[in-house]
């Protein structure tokens, strides 16, 4: 029996999986609230009961672009990071039809890897940058891979399973040397890390809503000013031609509250935040035997920690945890009905019997010390109970 079972709290949720999704934070529910059911015209239209909602637009869009560094005329707003990824590609590669090879890594977002395997299909040519064991990117095999037919290089600002940070200032100069436009997929970094794209040369950058507490559904694409780019969502003049369809306000409004609450936190997020996370890592190393955290240590975001136990299913840990009201993930797709582990792990090179055994715990700004220190008391005891009868053996 796992230490203190008896005692638990079956209503307690304690969440550690907000790469997934956050919580919608309190004030940006309170500022989405007027735009339902009061205020709830149409910001293109004509008369002022609609046109008044453009201010309150334009007001999201301001604290969106000041939360990354850009202008408000290089935000256009979508309805997720997956969307803003697929107009990234497909709109640059619209805006260069004569160019049929891409450059992205092996541990992207499947918004991304997914897509470009759908592109080859469409005879596009994709090139996949490997990892080291660290999760760290091959900027030299990179380099290399770009070609004269390259009409863009796609890659992760940080990864969401291990959330090791890419040097994409250092990848952005690379493709720019060679004439080629650099994207961005940030949806794990926005919020978490200082970003600055007055500073970095980023061509289009995409986020989404949902990470950074305002609510699903909300996304933005960052176009940055003078790259050619082609709608992908076309039927309307909104965001400046860039994607048809009428504003979601309400969502909108969220996600420029949530980005405001981003920019006040983002020291938070770095100093409280990571200290939880280095205290649940550490208390978990020196407890389960057999355990070692995947990717680099130090370039990573404040939040993540992607702990490998070996000779165990990461499954059965995340359904033990569970039972306990902790909410984390798992970083083989066995939950989803395979038996590879993820491709993040292994493109990693993570041996097989801990690929299998990979937990990610990822933070927010509304986790506890109380909560850190109740899974940090409990995952050794699951961990030795599931090794006891796992069908993989301990060697």
């Known amino acids: 029996m796992v230490r203190g ?3 638990v709290d079956q209503d307690r949720i304690i ?3 907000n790469n997934a999704t956050t919580m919608v934070a309190p004030e940006v529910l309170g500022a989405m609230q007027p735009f339902f059911c009061e205020r709830y015209g149409n910001a ?3 008369h002022r009961f609609g046109g008044d909602v453009r201010h309150d637009i334009d007001e999201a869009r301001a604290n969106v672009a000041h939360l990354i560094g850009a202008t408000p005329e290089e935000i ?16 640059t590669l619209r805006a260069n039809p004569d160019k ?4 992205t890594s092996k541990v992207e977002h499947p918004a991304i890897r997914g897509l470009c395997q759908y592109l080859t299909r469409e005879r596009y040519e994709v090139t996949e940058v490997p990892v080291n064991r660290q999760g760290e990117l091959d900027l030299d095999f990179l380099a290399d891979s770009i070609r004269p037919d390259t009409a863009l290089v796609s890659v992760m600002w940080a990864n969401n399973e291990t959330g090791v940070i890419f040097p994409v200032g250092e990848v952005a100069e690379i493709a720019h040397a060679n004439g080629v436009v650099f994207h961005t997929d940030a949806v794990q970094a926005v919020g978490r890390i200082p970003i600055n794209l007055a500073e970095t040369p980023v061509d289009l950058l995409s986020l989404s809503g949902h990470k950074i507490h305002a609510p699903k559904g909300i996304g933005v694409l960052y176009v940055r000013r003078g790259t050619k780019f082609a709608p992908f969502i076309i039927g309307g003049h909104q965001e400046r031609n860039r994607r048809g369809g009428t504003e979601n306000t309400a969502s909108i409004v969220g996600l420029g509250k949530a980005a405001e609450l981003a920019a006040e936190r983002i020291v938070d997020e770095n100093t409280r935040v990571k200290t939880l996370r280095d205290t ?9 035997p057999d355990c070692f955290v995947n990717g680099a240590r130090d370039e990573r975001l404040p939040n993540t920690s ?3 136990f070996e000779y165990v299913e990461g499954e059965a840990i995340l359904l033990k945890l569970d039972q306990l009201g902790v909410c984390a993930s798992s970083g083989s797709a066995c939950t989803s009905g395979s038996l590879e582990p993820s491709h993040v792990m292994r493109a990693m090179g993570v041996p097989f019997t801990a690929a299998h ?9 509304y986790n506890t010390e109380e909560e850190i220190s109740f899974v940090a008391d409990h995952v050794p005891d699951i961990i030795t109970e599931l090794r006891a009868i796992s069908p993989y053996g301990r060697k």
């Open 5 to 7: 079972e008896q005692a």
């Open 280 to 288: 649940l890592e550490e208390r978990i190393l020196a407890s389960a």
């Open 44 to 46: 293109s239209s004509m």
């Open 306 to 308: 992607n702990i490998s």
């Open 15 to 17: 969440y550690l999986d």
């Open 100 to 103: 049929r090879h891409i450059v």
């Open 357 to 365: 055994g990979s937990i990610r715990f990822s933070l927010s700004v």
């Open 76 to 91: 256009v707003f979508t309805s997720c990071g997956t969307e803003s990824d697929n107009t990234a590609v497909v709109g």
